[in-house]
């Protein structure tokens, strides 16, 4: 019987023959889900792997456009950072289409947050949404940029999970995390 172990970021499920034959270090789950990528083409080919949503519920659109002054999708980002900009090419014509703000928010911010949610920072991007209100009550959608479909439908949960739906029910169903991000700024020795 094959045994599943759960790690860290939604979406990332390791299959082992048993727990005791394989053990499973915080390295090797961050390797299995995170894919530092540089350039377009190695973006391109990790997101041709991703699954993209296709069944979506029927006030999938009118809650998308009737919660659009009420939340503000906020990412972070980094230069030269390729999945960066493709999540906002991709959450920018969501807001057009939707009515949402899109922001920016610092390295910083990024993690703090993450850590109050108990997510390992990855790198960039990661978008959450909050309520325009509220820098406090967040929801992340996206670690890694991704699909606009996915990206969408993660929106309506997250708008679901603050307005009251019950919150394991919307994780449930929000897409999984791509862990698609920049390469890792490298940073120049001082003589």
């Given at each position: 019987?094959?045994?599943?172990?759960?790690?860290?970021?939604?979406?990332?499920?390791?299959?082992?023959?048993?727990?005791?034959?394989?053990?499973?270090?915080?390295?090797?789950?961050?390797?299995?889900?995170?894919?530092?990528?540089?350039?377009?083409?190695?973006?391109?080919?990790?997101?041709?792997?991703?699954?993209?949503?296709?069944?979506?519920?029927?006030?999938?659109?009118?809650?998308?456009?009737?919660?659009g002054?009420?939340?503000?999708?906020?990412?972070?980002?980094?230069?030269?950072?390729?999945?960066?900009?493709d999540?906002?090419?991709?959450?920018?014509?969501?807001?057009?289409?939707?009515?949402?703000?899109?922001?920016?928010?610092?390295?910083?911010?990024?993690?703090?947050?993450?850590?109050?949610?108990?997510?390992?920072?990855?790198?960039?991007?990661?978008?959450?949404?909050?309520?325009?209100?509220?820098?406090?009550?967040?929801?992340?959608?996206?670690?890694?940029?991704?699909?606009?479909?996915?990206?969408?439908?993660?929106?309506y949960?997250a708008?679901?999970?603050?307005?009251g739906?019950?919150?394991?029910?919307?994780?449930?169903?929000?897409?999984?995390?791509?862990?698609?991000?920049?390469?890792?700024?490298?940073?120049?020795?001082?003589?």
């Amino acid at each position: 019987m094959r045994g599943l172990i759960l790690l860290g970021i939604p979406g990332l499920v390791i299959s082992m023959g048993s727990a005791a034959a394989q053990t499973v270090t915080r390295d090797d789950a961050m390797r299995a889900a995170i894919h530092p990528v540089g350039d377009a083409k190695t973006m391109q080919a990790w997101l041709s792997r991703v699954p993209m949503t296709r069944d979506f519920p029927d006030d999938f659109n009118t809650t998308l456009r009737g919660h659009g002054a009420a939340f503000v999708i906020e990412m972070t980002t980094a230069p030269s950072c390729v999945p960066c900009g493709d999540l906002w090419t991709k959450l920018t014509a969501l807001s057009t289409r939707y009515g949402w703000q899109v922001r920016t928010i610092s390295g910083q911010e990024a993690m703090i947050r993450s850590g109050r949610l108990g997510l390992p920072w990855v790198g960039h991007p990661v978008a959450w949404v909050r309520p325009v209100g509220n820098d406090t009550r967040v929801v992340p959608v996206a670690i890694g940029t991704d699909h606009s479909p996915n990206l969408a439908r993660n929106l309506y949960l997250a708008a679901k999970m603050l307005t009251g739906v019950r919150p394991a029910v919307g994780v449930r169903a929000m897409s999984k995390f791509t862990g698609i991000v920049g390469l890792p700024a490298i940073r120049k020795a001082r003589h």
